[in-house]
């Protein structure tokens, strides 16, 4: 076993040394490109931690975090909305990096849940769509959640990771977690959450004749890597080690899938 794991270790650390490259399809807002790392200051996302811890089901028998989206009470929707008020209040380029890193991620995943919110009952979820619908206004900009994804996380930081934070709210997408992000623990969360999503059925699957991953890698293929080989070598670096031994080996080709069905508890899963 420990040999297993030294030549894995090998095997996949180019790829975490691969050089990361911002979606060509996303340019970077660069009027939010700037920080003051001399502020000590810390943004509180304690609200929509508490929030969060309340009603996203961390145990679900499918290994899918869900939503409970019917179950958010009238005094909680306010909550959610007073957080939004909070984080819209503030500046964040006048903040270090870091507190920026978990802001905008904050808002994005409390942007996406408001929206459904509003909406729900509904069966699926359009991203794209409703990422362009839902918006918010920050240092008197309009910001649409999906530039926060596209203009400003993932070009900005350059940090293909970024992407298994933000929970568009399907079962296909990255899971809800039940905490929210702080500049404390963004890095380590978003390299927990890349692994468990590796992991999970939704995000690959590999034996001898077939390898299926999520869209997710389609769509943001040049966050992750230039070719497909190099993608290899990504999922194989977060596999577990029997699927990582599948994975350097495969020589197919690779299908693509993604489940656009609401993460919310009654969902079946898989189909």
């Given at each position: 076993?420990y040999?297993?794991r030294?030549?894995?270790?090998?095997?996949?650390s180019?790829?975490?040394?691969?050089?990361?490259?911002?979606?060509r399809?996303?340019?970077?807002?660069?009027?939010?490109?700037?920080?003051?790392?001399?502020?000590?200051?810390i943004?509180?996302?304690?609200?929509?931690?508490?929030?969060?811890?309340?009603?996203?089901?961390?145990?679900?028998?499918?290994?899918?975090?869900?939503?409970?989206y019917?179950?958010?009470?009238?005094?909680d929707?306010?909550?959610?909305?007073?957080?939004?008020?909070?984080?819209?209040?503030?500046?964040?380029?006048?903040?270090?990096?870091?507190?920026?890193?978990?802001?905008?991620?904050?808002?994005?995943?409390?942007?996406?849940?408001?929206?459904?919110?509003?909406?729900?009952?509904?069966?699926?979820?359009?991203?794209?769509?409703?990422?362009?619908?839902?918006?918010?206004?920050?240092?008197?900009?309009?910001?649409?959640?999906?530039?926060i994804?596209?203009?400003?996380?993932?070009?900005?930081?350059g940090?293909?990771?970024?992407v298994?934070?933000?929970?568009?709210?399907?079962?296909?997408?990255?899971?809800i977690?039940?905490?929210?992000?702080?500049?404390?623990?963004?890095?380590?969360?978003?390299?927990?959450?890349?692994?468990?999503?590796?992991?999970?059925p939704?995000?690959?699957?590999?034996?001898?004749?077939?390898?299926?991953?999520?869209?997710?890698?389609?769509?943001?293929?040049?966050?992750?890597?230039?070719?497909?080989?190099?993608?290899?070598?990504?999922?194989?670096?977060?596999?577990?080690?029997?699927?990582?031994?599948?994975?350097?080996?495969?020589?197919?080709?690779?299908?693509?899938?993604?489940?656009?069905?609401?993460?919310?508890?009654?969902?079946?899963?898989p189909?």
């Amino acid at each position: 076993m420990y040999r297993l794991r030294m030549v894995l270790l090998v095997l996949t650390s180019i790829a975490y040394s691969l050089p990361v490259v911002a979606d060509r399809g996303s340019s970077p807002w660069e009027i939010w490109n700037s920080s003051d790392e001399s502020n000590p200051a810390i943004i509180d996302h304690s609200l929509f931690d508490g929030f969060l811890k309340t009603y996203v089901i961390s145990n679900h028998a499918s290994g899918i975090n869900r939503f409970r989206y019917g179950d958010v009470s009238g005094a909680d929707s306010k909550r959610l909305k007073h957080y939004m008020s909070y984080l819209t209040s503030i500046d964040p380029r006048h903040f270090r990096k870091a507190e920026q890193k978990a802001y905008w991620l904050n808002l994005y995943n409390a942007l996406m849940l408001q929206g459904l919110l509003k909406r729900y009952p509904v069966s699926t979820v359009d991203r794209v769509k409703l990422g362009r619908q839902l918006h918010a206004r920050v240092a008197g900009q309009v910001i649409r959640a999906a530039d926060i994804e596209a203009h400003i996380l993932r070009p900005l930081w350059g940090d293909y990771k970024v992407v298994f934070g933000l929970s568009c709210a399907t079962l296909g997408c990255p899971a809800i977690h039940a905490q929210a992000f702080t500049a404390a623990t963004t890095d380590t969360l978003l390299r927990q959450y890349a692994r468990e999503f590796i992991n999970h059925p939704r995000g690959l699957v590999v034996n001898k004749h077939e390898l299926r991953v999520s869209k997710i890698f389609v769509w943001y293929r040049e966050d992750f890597a230039q070719d497909e080989r190099q993608l290899l070598r990504l999922f194989a670096h977060y596999a577990d080690d029997n699927k990582a031994l599948y994975i350097l080996g495969f020589n197919g080709d690779i299908t693509y899938a993604f489940d656009k069905r609401i993460n919310a508890p009654e969902t079946r899963w898989p189909l």
